[in-house]
């Protein structure tokens, strides 16, 4: 039986890297892999997936008006889908990701952010929260040895932002995992010292 997948984690548990040796290791068995994601996210280049340890394959890119069924019959049959920066698909994105299980018995494996800079869903990650079969988390330290759970988003100088849009594309000079704890600390601590 196939099964709809989320993986998730905060920013630099190794989410891309993990799809990426999945993907591997499916190609390794003979399979083919359907690799998708989504257009918003064009770090690497709009085609590409790559993990910070250097790990990288063509991606085919998915628009936030597609119907991700109808590309995904339009690309030809495979064995498994796996999806990266899942949380940027939109909800009814994630319902054809779930139709595609239900009705060809193909697993769906995604990969991505749960939660934003503020901890609050991206709309993708919610859907697959509600209509995943298997749900794992991805885990990460804060530099306290706490387990890091919120994706800092920092300014130039270190400082934790709390205001802007939900989605600002970046790496590690842009977002910092941190452990709720931690982040809430920083929070007030800045706070305290804007104020002198």
Same mark, same amino acid.
């Given at each position: 039986?196939?099964?709809?997948? %989320? ?6 548990? #190794?989410? #891309?890297?993990?799809? @990426?040796?999945?993907? *591997?290791?499916? !190609? ?22 790559? #993990? ?32 990266? =920066? ?22 769906? @494996?995604? %990969?991505?952010?749960?939660?934003? %800079?503020?901890?609050? *869903?991206?709309?993708? +990650?919610?859907?697959?929260?509600? @209509?995943?079969?298997? @749900?794992? =988390?991805?885990?990460?330290?804060? +530099? ?18 709390? !205001? ?9 000079? #842009? ?22």
């Amino acid at each position: 039986m196939a099964k709809l997948y %989320f993986k998730y984690g905060a920013m630099g548990s #190794s989410k #891309s890297a993990q799809a @990426l040796i999945t993907k *591997f290791n499916y !190609e390794e068995l003979g399979m083919t892999v359907w690799l998708i994601k989504p257009s918003i996210d064009t770090r690497d280049g709009a085609n590409i997936i790559k #993990s910070r340890i250097g790990l990288s394959a063509e991606a085919q890119v998915i628009t936030p008006e597609e119907d991700i069924a109808a590309a995904y019959h339009a690309a030809g049959r495979h064995d498994v889908i796996i999806a990266d =920066e899942a949380q940027f698909f939109t909800p009814a994105q994630i319902d054809g990701l779930r139709a595609l299980v239900d009705e060809e018995d193909l697993p769906v @494996l995604c %990969f991505g952010l749960r939660t934003d %800079f503020l901890t609050h *869903f991206f709309p993708g +990650a919610q859907r697959l929260m509600e @209509l995943a079969d298997s @749900l794992t =988390e991805i885990k990460t330290v804060c +530099a306290c040895g706490r387990k890091a759970t919120v994706n800092a988003r920092i300014d130039g100088r270190g400082r934790i932002v709390t !205001e802007g849009s939900q989605v600002l594309l970046g790496g590690n000079d #842009s977002y910092v995992a941190m452990c709720h704890k931690c982040w809430k600390e920083q929070l007030a601590r800045e706070a305290r010292e804007g104020g002198r």
